[in-house]
């Protein structure tokens, strides 16, 4: 794959006014992968089209005409979904038979940033290729077809029911959510209007809260990213769950009654758990972060295991090279590939509680058997052009570490991808085992060799 000059892993994401997040750039993309997309289009389906839908920042209507603009000046149709999950367009780009799925959005970021990313007709990733393709177009001058040929824009004024229908076909038939107190916190983000429907039409009782979005409140101490809020409103309502959303709603945390807080291994253990009543599991795939004590569990019921980078990118692309269907991240990035083609925080809730309404136990008795292993990380700073892989005092210590470990733990080292610092982490059965080991890897000093 070539070096990137506009897209990174996740689309085009930065602050508003910026390089890219402008409405010059939004224009120039929107024509260039109109062209892209009109190229490859089967004619005889007649003209391509693509939907576009939003989180809830002030940005996105900027962002959401110029990207219409370039894709009419390309002779592409645009449908204009509006505020509705990420995981909702890739729902939509697959149902409505599209050429491609856009998604504005910066998901977890504060509202002066925002993003612009893309689904294939499949509702999935777009190809290396086709973004390669988009971005050597994306440079060069603007143009526009002739009027007869220009693309149509129209609003779908039944996207979000048609998305909450979705979400609520992958809850079991027999089951229902009757006799359930649950809070919904949305984060002022694009799922405000749609989440508290999916649990209210499956029976619970419902209290939402960060759904009243002003534009710039998205992700501001509620969500996802500030669980505490939530967990203070299951305490005031005498809720059983609490499920909290980030500000495109394809990350998820949860809480139970008691106010303890469920991160996304310990979610997708739950998943994974109940699946396996069901029938085989033939695997899942974590990220560098996963729990070793998630790992171990995977093996002792007999599941395979992987690894990928962190990133729910590489959790689905592994997910797919070996034709597993679970996967996520500690973050809260979940894959159910049996319900979704990409992470959706609704749907993982909804399959949280598939697992807690089948098996009639609490969300803590349906984690009950994973031990997580305590962990103890400790960011050092690393300075450019540190060969800290080849480092022979960092490979020892690591080396004694494991040995001392034995087993019952392990070690990771990564390097911050945001910053110049590098990760080290271990984890044990005990906190004072890891505490121990971060100890001795501090302890090397990295401008020795």
Not at 217 to 230: D, Q, R, S, T
Request: charged share 25%; proline share 4%; aromatic share 6%.
């Amino acid at each position: 794959m070539s070096q990137r000059k506009y897209f990174g892993t996740d689309g085009v994401r930065g602050e508003v006014g910026g390089a890219t997040i402008n409405p010059e750039f939004a224009l120039r993309l929107g024509y260039a992968a109109g062209q892209v997309l009109a190229r490859q289009h089967n004619p005889i389906r007649g003209r391509p089209t693509v939907v576009i839908g939003k989180d809830t920042r002030i940005s996105g209507y900027m962002l959401e005409s110029a990207l219409e603009a370039g894709l009419s000046a390309a002779g592409v149709d645009v449908l204009l979904a509006g505020p509705v999950p990420t995981p909702a367009v890739a729902y939509l780009t697959r149902a409505l038979r599209l050429a491609a799925g856009v998604v504005i959005s910066a998901s977890h970021n504060p509202y002066q940033d925002n993003g612009i990313k893309f689904f294939s007709a499949q509702g999935m990733k777009l190809p290396d290729e086709v973004e390669e393709q988009i971005e050597a177009a994306i440079d060069q001058p603007l143009g526009c077809v002739g009027s007869e040929a220009l693309g149509r824009a129209r609003r779908i004024d039944d996207a979000s029911g048609r998305y909450i229908e979705f979400c609520k076909s992958t809850f079991p038939n027999e089951l229902d959510l009757s006799g359930m107190k649950i809070v919904v916190d949305a984060a002022h983000g694009a799922a405000y209007q749609i989440a508290p429907h999916v649990f209210r039409e499956l029976g619970a009782e419902v209290f939402p809260i960060g759904c009243q979005p002003d534009g710039f409140n998205i992700n501001e101490g509620v969500g996802a990213l500030h669980p505490e809020a939530m967990a203070a409103e299951v305490q005031k309502r005498g809720a059983h769950i609490g499920i909290a959303l980030d500000g495109d709603a394809d990350r998820l945390q949860m809480v139970d009654q008691a106010g303890r807080l469920y991160n996304g291994d310990e979610l997708l253990y739950a998943i994974v758990r109940d699946r396996l009543t069901q029938g085989e599991v033939a695997g899942v795939v974590g990220t560098l972060m996963t729990n070793f004590g998630f790992e171990k569990r995977m093996k002792a019921m007999g599941i395979g295991f992987d690894r990928a980078k962190v990133g729910d990118r590489y959790v689905l692309e592994s997910m797919l090279q070996k034709g597993w269907l679970y996967g996520g991240e500690s973050s809260g990035h979940l894959l159910c590939l049996d319900c979704h083609t990409t992470g959706d925080g609704i749907i993982a809730a909804l399959q949280v509680l598939t697992a807690v309404r089948r098996s009639g136990e609490s969300l803590a008795e349906a984690v009950g058997d994973l031990k997580m292993y305590p962990q103890e990380m400790v960011n050092v700073p690393l300075q450019p052009g540190t060969q800290w892989e080849t480092h022979p005092g960092l490979s020892e210590a690591k080396a004694r570490v494991e040995r001392e470990l034995n087993g019952r733990g392990r070690v990771l080292i990564r390097a911050s991808g945001t910053e110049p610092k590098l990760r080290l982490m271990v984890e044990a059965e005990d906190m004072q085992l890891a505490q121990d080991g971060v100890r001795e890897l501090v302890a090397v000093d990295l401008t020795k060799r």
